[in-house]
């Protein structure tokens, strides 16, 4: 798996302005309508239902908000940048400013815990990070994200 495979040029964005959580996952909900054709507001529903059970901002700016959806035919991927980090009750405290969710069949099953772990590993590496964050251009961002894997793998 890559995140070529998991992540549309059009479900990458920077926001200017985002002041809370909740509307955090407004964002993700209507881009992931907009890009896969899902329904904003059972993403929305879903990305908080799990959030409910643990924050899932890993430490170090990044957040890996994710679910399982009825209706969701493969793993998709949606990335946002924070132009102002946001607190996300961050395992480290810090606030948030990379953001990637991941929206899985209701019985995904092993892709799901895969796709979850190639993007926790390619966020992990501070290089890919200091890129992303010195960037706003969406197919620049989608470009950084999408040829590290493949590269890697080489």
Known sequence: ??????????????????????????????????????????????????????????????????????GVSEVKGIFLRLEKPLDFDAVDRQPVDLVFALLAPQNAGVDHLKALALVSRTLRDTSICAKLRANGDQATLHTILTEVHSSQAA
């Open 1 to 70: 798996m890559q995140l070529a495979q998991i992540l549309d040029v059009g479900a990458v964005k920077t926001i200017t302005s985002c002041t809370s959580k909740k509307r955090l996952f407004h964002d993700l909900g209507e881009l992931s309508e907009v890009c896969y054709g899902l329904d904003a507001s059972q993403v929305i529903d879903a990305l908080q239902d799990r959030e409910n059970l643990g924050p899932t901002g890993v430490g170090q700016g990044i957040a890996l908000p994710h679910a399982r959806l009825n």
